[in-house]
């Protein structure tokens, strides 16, 4: 697969990107809690908000590298963006979650976009960031397509996800 241009979605959506706050625990309840939105990630729904609002505390708040998708106008917080160091310091592990009310309308792709810039203009060292989409995951897959990743393969039982080996399609972004 040649090298992907970023492409523009066809209504243009504005997203903006800030740190987590504890207050946004309701606002990650409306996808933290979806089967759907969790079908491909590595955690299952959770069913109340004070072990989600542990998650947010301990893990969220402390990450180098943990933003709140926000839709504009009005600022909303509808998903999150990461990027996770690895034991290389020239590379991460994107990754993004996002409401399903908020699927198919580019919030994601515009989220991704930005992720990118921002981490490359923020952490210092990082030349590559990769996206783990699981091979059954077409929608996501798009999403790095159109954010200008690379495909670079597929990694094989990559990961143990929900009971079984998975696939994962690996896509690279390099500054």
């Known amino acids: ?47 109340s908000r004070e072990p989600l609002l542990a998650y947010l505390r301990d893990t969220v708040l402390p990450h180098p590298w943990f933003r709140a998708i926000c839709v504009v106008p009005g600022g909303a917080v509808v998903g999150a963006v990461s990027m996770a160091p690895t034991a290389e310091r020239c590379r991460g592990e994107l990754g993004y979650v996002l409401a399903r009310a908020h699927w198919g309308k580019g919030v994601a792709t515009a989220a991704v976009r930005r992720a990118l810039r921002d981490v490359f203009a923020e952490v210092e060292g990082l030349r590559r960031v990769e996206a783990l989409v699981d091979v059954d995951n077409p929608a996501s897959q798009r999403v790095v397509e159109k954010a200008g990743f690379r495909r670079e393969g597929v990694l094989r039982r990559h990961y143990w996800h929900k009971g079984r080996a998975r696939d994962m399609v690996i896509a690279i972004s390099c500054s």
Not at 14 to 34: G, Q
């Open 1 to 47: 697969m040649e090298e992907a241009k970023p492409t523009m979605p066809k209504a243009s959506v504005e997203v903006t990107l800030r740190r987590f706050e504890l207050s946004d625990v309701d606002a990650m309840m409306a996808w933290a809690s979806d089967p759907e939105v969790a079908a491909f990630c590595r955690w299952e729904p959770y069913e």
